[in-house]
T-cell receptor, first 114, second 117 residues
Framework: GQQLNQSPQSMFIQEGEDVSMNCTSSSIFNTWLWYKQDPGEGPVLLIALYKAGELTSNGRLTAQFGITRKDSFLNISASIPSDVGIYFCAGQPNSGGSNYKLTFGKGTLLTVNP | DAGVIQSPRHEVTEMGQEVTLRCKPISGHDYLFWYRQTMMRGLELLIYFNNNVPIDDSGMPEDRFSAKMPNASFSTLKIQPSEPRDSAVYFC???????????????FGPGTRLTVL
């Protein structure tokens, strides 16, 4: 099946720094989504992207849908301690029809030092 | 609005016992997904339903796993008999139909942490 390569696996940053993480795939995706998971909770949707080249912001978060439709990145600006968590990318494959399955990356563990 | 509700939040059982996990999707969502999360394999889709009908169960690991959705507001994932390798966090997620939103945008419940001894 399709694989998503998410990097980096983990990041340790100082409060106030900007963060960038990305996902790549060998296959085309129709939709890219970014989720955040806090300990003991389910993933929470941060941003959804639907068009190649689309750049979308949600507060301090910005994500882009790659032109080739095989990649996406997420930036977090001016990080704060509550940004700590695991960030997942997810893609909906270009398989047509009403297939709404998502493939998830392995996640990026973000630690923010105050 | 209430989010996806899962119960129990934690389950500890012994190998060979039957385990039933429960999920109530967000009202009005007609897609329901069951996932399993482990350190080794990450988030894996087990099965998903549309309008209470199973659409794709290719992720169900083996016959010990079964899922049902008897109505629009309730689904179960059953493991019988359970094994230690089934220990994981199981998530339920739901999404809106195409006419009311974007089905790819899945909303997750808090999960059930299953430990099989």
């Amino acid at each position: 099946g399709q694989q998503l390569n998410q990097s980096p696996q983990s990041m340790f940053i100082q409060e106030g720094e900007d963060v960038s993480m990305n996902c790549t795939s060998s296959s085309i995706f129709n939709t890219w989504l970014w989720y955040k998971q806090d300990p003991g909770e389910g993933p929470v949707l941060l941003i959804a992207l639907y068009k190649a080249g689309e750049l979308t912001s949600n507060g301090r978060l910005t994500a882009q849908f790659g032109i080739t439709r095989k990649d996406s990145f997420l930036n977090i600006s001016a990080s704060i301690p509550s940004d700590v968590g695991i960030y997942f990318c997810a893609g909906q494959p270009n398989s047509g029809g009403s297939n709404y399955k998502l493939t998830f990356g392995k996640g990026t563990l973000l630690t923010v030092n105050p | 609005d209430a989010g996806v509700i899962q119960s129990p939040r934690h389950e500890v059982t012994e190998m060979g016992q039957e385990v039933t996990l429960r999920c109530k999707p967000i009202s009005g969502h007609d897609y329901l997904f069951w996932y399993r999360q482990t350190m080794m394999r990450g988030l894996e889709l087990l099965i998903y339903f549309n309008n209470n009908v199973p659409i794709d169960d290719s992720g169900m690991p083996e016959d010990r796993f079964s899922a049902k959705m008897p109505n629009a507001s309730f689904s179960t994932l059953k493991i019988q008999p359970s094994e230690p390798r089934d220990s994981a966090v199981y998530f339920c997620a739901s999404s809106k139909p195409p006419g009311l939103g974007r089905p790819a945008e899945q909303f997750f419940g808090p999960g059930t942490r299953l430990t099989v001894l």
